[in-house]
């Protein structure tokens, strides 16, 4: 029967802890957690709704242009678009 290795079993769990924090921390600062800085981007995802499992409807904002468009693997078309002030009777 074989011994364990306590000192490997501390460099493997402390490996996969370094790996994880990496992990976290580039989605962190790549993607962020908070939407602090987010009001100075010109271009906002607003809302997405998933139609399907690959098919979606999002509203863009740019500037003060709203853009809805559906959004599929093969390619995105503009729905709609206008600008932020005008009010739209349904």
Not at 73 to 79: N, R, S
């Amino acid at each position: 029967m074989q011994s364990f290795d306590w000192g490997q079993f501390i460099a493997s769990t402390f490996s996969v802890l370094l790996l994880l924090c990496g992990a976290l921390w580039w989605v962190k600062r790549n993607r962020g957690f908070t939407t602090k800085g987010m009001d100075d981007k010109r271009i906002q995802v607003l809302e997405a709704l998933p139609l399907s499992l690959k098919h979606k409807m999002v509203l863009i904002q740019v500037d003060n242009q709203m853009v809805l468009a559906s959004v599929s693997p093969a390619e995105v078309k503009t729905l709609h678009a206008w600008t932020q002030g005008e009010h739209h009777a349904a």
